[in-house]
């Protein structure tokens, strides 16, 4: 059985709630990453913070990048995915909502990461378009 911890990107870097989005963004610069999880003070996942959450709920704003805080992007609870899901779950909860990226947690912890480009190198074709469709459809 392939598992979540088997298709992630492993090492996953969380940005602090309390980091601001220009650290944030100088992150995903330098990790060249589209999107970063939020870690709080507890270390616990607090949320997903995306590039493009920094440019259409800061900068087409007018905000101060240095000035907002990541925790303050954070909304809801996020989705994650155990690292022992076996990859059709995975699947099937991206899909379900509708989400491009996923944390992937270990013992309440961080270990990684899936996005489009992990499934890409793992998933055969059908699998693929059909996770491509599902994502895609209705935007």
């Not at 610069?29 to 996942?45: A, E, M, Q, W």
């Not at 699947?91 to 309440?108: C, F, G, S, T, Y």
């Not at 990461?113 to 599902?134: C, G, R, W, Y």
Request: charge should be negative; hydrophobic fraction near 40%.
């Amino acid at each position: 059985m392939t598992t979540a911890r088997d298709i992630m990107h492993p090492g996953a870097q969380c940005v602090g709630e309390d980091e601001s989005l220009q650290k944030a963004a100088q992150m995903m610069r330098d990790l060249d990453v589209g999107s970063l999880p939020i870690c709080g003070k507890d270390d616990r996942l607090h949320g997903i913070l995306t590039d493009r959450d920094i440019v259409v709920r800061c900068c087409a704003d007018g905000r101060d990048l240095s000035q907002v805080k990541a925790g303050e992007m954070a909304q809801g609870t996020p989705h994650w995915i155990d690292a022992q899901s076996d990859v059709d779950q995975v699947l099937n909860m991206m899909e379900q909502h509708k989400i491009r990226r996923v944390p992937v947690i270990a013992d309440h912890r961080l270990v990684g990461m899936i996005s489009e480009a992990d499934l890409a190198q793992h998933l055969n074709d059908d699998q693929l378009a059909h996770f491509v469709e599902t994502i895609c459809a209705g935007k």
